[in-house]
């Protein structure tokens, strides 16, 4: 009896020095991790802080675009810090890189469509075809831009209604920009039977007469058809973008009036808004909505 009590009496003492040898032991590795993770933690958001901040200072590096890569920044630190306190536990973190690898690669098939949003909307932030404010037109899609996000783009159309288009529908697509430059160019085309001096005299006048009219470059009028056929005369003339249409809308006006009263051989185009003068001889041409 005395025997088998001593040799528990030494069991329990091996196992009490075993215990307190691995805590002492893993309460350096704990301690360790736990300095590696607040460590890793405050490197990952002052790296994070000073990629923002320098992104910022980048011309043409929007808000979302500079947000995202500093997002991206701070989780791949904190998944390396992660890794590396489970090194400190004797974790074998070269299974765990190749279980992120194929778990990353399977994500990644099964959102091939969200990541190819994704892809097109940082290429659309880096380049900038439109801003927000900016009225575009696509095959797919018209309206005024509202936001640019990541995954997609929120625009107004003319009739005051909300779209959401995919950045991968903008991206692979010609984009037209009626915003984007200064000036615009505008044409408004009349059918002239006779006397063709007087009616581009008088389109000439009536450019000349508006302000809002640019004089750089300034309006030309020219025999469009110079054929056997119809004779058109064609006024071109350059406005602000902000005015271009005001201005088409009113230019369309003012001809219609000035060649019912002053030319009464002006006789309506093909293709003019079906609106003859009180004559039934004269109306002037739609604006063609086109840029140069």
Request: include cysteine; charge should be positive.
């Amino acid at each position: 009896m005395q025997q088998q009590a001593a040799d528990v009496l030494l069991a329990t003492q091996t196992a009490l020095s075993q215990a307190s040898a691995l805590a002492v032991q893993y309460s350096f590795s704990v301690l360790g991790a736990v300095i590696l993770l607040v460590l890793g933690w405050a490197l990952a958001g002052f790296a994070s802080r000073w990629a923002y901040e320098g992104l910022s200072r980048v011309h043409g590096i929007d808000e979302t675009l500079a947000r995202f890569f500093t997002n991206v920044l701070r989780y791949a630190l904190l998944i390396l810090v992660f890794i590396t306190v489970l090194g400190q536990f004797g974790v074998q973190t070269a299974s765990i890189i190749a279980a992120l690898g194929a778990a990353g690669l399977a994500i990644g098939l099964a959102l091939q469509g969200t990541l190819q949003n994704i892809a097109a909307g940082i290429m659309l932030l880096i380049l900038r075809p439109f801003r927000v404010g900016e009225y575009i037109e696509t095959s797919s899609v018209t309206g005024t831009v509202r936001e640019i996000g990541l995954f997609a783009t929120e625009l107004r159309t003319a009739d005051g209604l909300y779209r959401l288009a995919p950045n991968s529908t903008l991206w692979n697509t010609p984009i037209t920009n009626f915003s984007r430059e200064a000036t615009r160019r505008n044409e408004l085309k009349v059918k002239v039977e006779d006397d063709i001096d007087q009616a581009m005299q008088t389109l000439m006048s009536l450019a000349k007469a508006d302000p809002r009219v640019l004089t750089s470059p300034e309006p030309c009028v020219f025999i469009d058809s110079p054929g056997d056929g119809p004779i058109f005369v064609t006024l071109r003339y350059w406005a602000k973008t902000g005015d271009w249409w005001t201005v088409s809308r009113d230019m369309a006006k003012r001809v219609k009036l000035a060649f019912d009263e002053n030319n009464p051989t002006v006789v309506p185009a093909s293709n003019a808004v079906p609106a003859k003068a009180s004559n039934g001889r004269a109306a002037a041409e739609k604006p063609a909505m086109r840029r140069q």
